[in-house]
Nanobody, 125 residues
Framework: QGQLAESGGGLVQAGGSLRLACAAS????????MGWFRRAPGKEREFVAT????????DYADSVKGRFTISRDNTKNTVYLQMNSLKPEDTAVYYC??????????????????WGRGIQVTVSS
């Protein structure tokens, strides 16, 4: 069974940066479209960013566009989320997710078969 494990979260001041990593094991990583989602207290899980398995194409939620960058290293079975210019409203539990041969509806949680446990990111004002 494939597993995903997030790392790199923590507490940062507004305007600061963090880089999240998600290491995959037990699956053929290069065949998966990878996504990052987040859930803030009292809110639904929302899409943050995705990077597609075949083309490496990326997409972002409007709320993070220009501040966050998703990337992947297939040799390390790892996807990253570089988060710059962080705002208090970015505070949430961040989850990585994997979608085998994913090619559409990448912003929908239901498209992803595997999920990490999540990691807390807190941005103080």
């Amino acid at each position: 069974q494939g597993q995903l494990a997030e790392s790199g979260g923590g507490l940062v001041q507004a305007g600061g940066s963090l880089r999240l990593a998600c290491a995959a094991s037990g699956l053929t990583f290069s065949r998966y479209t990878m996504g990052w989602f987040r859930r803030a207290p009292g809110k639904e899980r929302e899409f943050v960013a995705t990077i597609r398995w075949k083309t490496g194409g990326t997409d972002y939620a409007d709320s993070v566009k220009g501040r966050f960058t998703i990337s992947r290293d297939n040799t390390k079975n790892t996807v990253y989320l570089q988060m710059n210019s962080l705002k208090p409203e970015d505070t949430a539990v961040y989850y990585c997710a994997a979608d085998l041969y994913g090619d559409n509806r990448y912003d929908q949680p239901v498209s992803y078969e595997r999920w990490g446990r999540g990691i807390q990111v807190t941005v103080s004002s």
